[in-house]
Every structure is written in structure tokens, then in C-alpha cells.
């Protein structure tokens, strides 16, 4: 049973271009969650998608960010016009359905800015 | 909303020893309390856990105790190995399922 997957594992981006990151849950779950991480810091949540709807985006920024989960394919954290201080790790999460408290985490995405 | 300390931020101890990391939690409707272990370059991965109607938790060589009326819990690792060496978070969880985490501890497990 394969686990969460992130990809890409690293991505560098120019300040002002878009970075995607895609995360696969674990097969059977339903629920997807967002962290981001900076360096000596725990992980900060950002958003909670189920399929194709957002529960939660209490802690994502109000511009430049936005996470989708489609009925299809994996769900994608974007952000547009990238700064420095968007170099960060961000982590995928996963839950079964009724479970959302018991997430298990992919490998992240760590992002570089420059 | 919930906030998570978490003590210390750094820790070592001679491989052998225990090892303890402790946490309090601000919102009492809290009722469930994960730790999550991080080697590098890696996701957190989830070691154990504690519901709010339990005082103690027991797996191997790691246990979780928590304490309701004062809001506390604590990770104890015993006999402590090389391969613990990691940073090592709490987290609490409540009504809404979103998990609030600790700012970590660095754990140095020492030869």
C-alpha cells in the first residue's frame, strides 16, 4: 500500500513564476491537508481539501495561494508569482473519512525560491 | 484557537538513557494528541498517540502520558538508540480534526 506522494521531491523557481505542487493521498483516503514548514520551525497548516471542495483554508495566504482537489488526479497546491519568502518544505497529509485527526504525511516538496 | 508549546527545543542524551519531551495545549476541548518523528529530508511520520480518555500509552520503548486537568503531555523514549536521532513534534487535535503542532525538538542521541 503505497503511502502519500509528493512531487516534485525539489523545485527551484525564479521570483515571480509559479510553482505547482502535486501530492497523491494513500490509496482509500479522502481527505487531503496542507503544511508548510521553514527551516527550524514546526509545520503551520494551511489548507484541507475533500474531493473537489475546500473545508478549511484558514491558513493559507489570502493572495498568490490556492489548493485544489479534483474528482480525478492528485490535488495541487499553487502558487503564483513566487517570492523568496515562499522557499519553504511543504508537506501533503492524508486521512480516511471519519478520521481526519490520524493524518499520515508524504515526503514533502521543498521549494527554493531565487 | 489551540496553541502547542513544546521543551525543550534541543536535546541530548548518551544512547542508553531516557529521553523525555514534554508539551502543553491551551484548548481544553483538545481530545486527541499525536507525536510525529522527522529524520532529514523527510515527512513527519506518525509514532504514537493519545486520546483524551486515556492517561498512558505504551509501544516498545516510547510512551505517551497526558495530564487533562493541567493540560500537559510528554513523550519518554527509554533506552535510547542512535537511529532516534530526529526532531521529534507534538500535536493536538480537537472538534475540527485540524492539527496544531509543537515547534519540535531536536533530539541527539549521544555514543
Known amino acids: 500500500n503505497a503511502g502519500v506522494m509528493q512531487n516534485p521531491r525539489h523545485l527551484v523557481r525564479r521570483r515571480g513564476q509559479e510553482a505547482r505542487l502535486r501530492c497523491s493521498p494513500m490509496?482509500?483516503?479522502?481527505?487531503v491537508y496542507w503544511y508548510r514548514q521553514l527551516p527550524e520551525e514546526g509545520l503551520k497548516f494551511m489548507v484541507y481539501l475533500q474531493k473537489e471542495n475546500i473545508i478549511d483554508e484558514s491558513g493559507m495566504p489570502k493572495e498568490r495561494f490556492s489548493a485544489e482537489f479534483p474528482k480525478e488526479g492528485p490535488s495541487i497546491l499553487r502558487i503564483q508569482q513566487v517570492v523568496r519568502g515562499d522557499s519553504a518544505a511543504y508537506f501533503c497529509?492524508?486521512?480516511?473519512?471519519?478520521?481526519?485527526?490520524?493524518?499520515?504525511f508524504g515526503p514533502g516538496t521543498r521549494l527554493t525560491v531565487t | 484557537g489551540e496553541n502547542v508549546e513544546q521543551h525543550p527545543s534541543t536535546l541530548s542524551v548518551q544512547e542508553g538513557d531516557s529521553a523525555v519531551i514534554k508539551c502543553t495545549y491551551s484548548d481544553s476541548a483538545s481530545n486527541y494528541f499525536p507525536w510525529y518523528k522527522q529524520e532529514l529530508g523527510k515527512g513527519p511520520q506518525l509514532i504514537i498517540d493519545?486520546?483524551?480518555?486515556?492517561g498512558e500509552k505504551k509501544d516498545q520503548r516510547i510512551a505517551v502520558t497526558l495530564n487533562k486537568t493541567a493540560k500537559h503531555f510528554s513523550l519518554h523514549i527509554t533506552e535510547t538508540q542512535p537511529e532516534d536521532s530526529a526532531v521529534y513534534f507534538c500535536a493536538a487535535s480537537g472538534r475540527d480534526d485540524k492539527i496544531i503542532f509543537g515547534k519540535g525538538t531536536r533530539l541527539h542521541i549521544l555514543p
Open positions: 490509496k482509500g483516503h479522502s481527505h
Open positions: 497529509a492524508s486521512s480516511p473519512q471519519g478520521k481526519g485527526y490520524e493524518q499520515y
Open positions: 493519545i486520546r483524551s480518555n486515556v
